[in-house]
């Protein structure tokens, strides 16, 4: 399996950006899958996942209510909707898959999000 | 939410073991994950369930944990090394996925 992340640029506060993370491989609908960041120079932040199971939603409280994890599985793509962009969202996105054992064991090369007027 | 920490750099001669240590409420319930990151690229899982490595991790990597802290040791570091390494523990709140430790900056002298 691997993932490709995109979507990223440069767009400026209060605005919205979608980020896209496509799979290569079979069993896309049953990967458990997340978003983490990473700010320039600062280190990984979890911002969102997607259960494979029971499709359940989990928020970071500084993305809650303005992110939105979403996957289209004919696609084998997932998604990250982001409204009311801040500068501090600015970093770079990657996709991850989360598995059975509760850890992150493939990551997409990552997608740069910069959040400035 | 919970909290993971970690020292902020540690360094390390050539061939010799260095251990990066997590500390961290969740870790008395949750397994830590770790991760190398080399600047400019993407992390890697070098460790999950605290001491399982995944295949193409060399063996002078092993982990461990006792009560609130997670270890990851690097019996006889290498130039390759050098990077940041980052814990993973879920979180017992359960609102939340889980959290990254705040990361340790390895340097092989």
């Known amino acids: 399996v691997q993932l490709l992340d995109s979507g990223g640029g440069l767009v400026q506060p209060g605005g919205s950006l979608r980020l896209s993370c496509a799979a290569s491989g079979s069993s896309f609908n049953s990967y458990a899958l997340s978003w983490v960041r990473q700010a320039p120079g600062k280190g990984l932040e979890w911002v969102s996942g997607?259960?494979?199971?029971?499709?359940?939603?989990y928020y970071a409280d500084s993305v809650k209510g303005r992110f939105t994890i979403s996957r289209h599985n004919s696609k084998n793509t997932l998604y990250l909707q982001m409204n009311s962009l801040r500068a501090e969202d600015t970093a770079i996105y990657y996709c991850?898959?989360?598995?059975?054992?509760?850890?992150?064991?493939?990551w997409g090369q990552g997608t740069m999000v910069i959040v400035s007027s | 939410s919970s909290d993971l920490t970690q020292d902020p750099a540690v360094s390390v001669a050539l061939g010799q073991t260095v251990r990066i240590t997590c500390q961290g409420d969740?870790?008395?319930?949750?397994?830590a994950s770790w991760y190398r990151q080399k600047s400019g690229q993407a992390p890697l899982l070098v460790m999950y369930?605290?001491?399982h490595r995944p295949s193409g991790i060399p063996d002078r990597f092993s982990g461990s944990s006792s009560g609130n802290t997670a270890s990851l040791t690097i019996t006889g570091a290498q130039a390759e090394d050098e990077a940041d390494y980052f814990c993973y523990s879920r979180d017992y709140s359960g609102d939340h996925l889980g959290v990254f430790g705040s990361g340790t900056t390895v340097t092989v002298l």
């Open positions: 991850a898959n989360f598995n059975w054992d509760d850890a992150f064991d493939i």
């Open positions: 369930a605290g001491n």
């Open positions: 997607l259960s494979g199971r029971d499709r359940s939603t």
């Open positions: 969740s870790l008395r319930t949750y397994s």
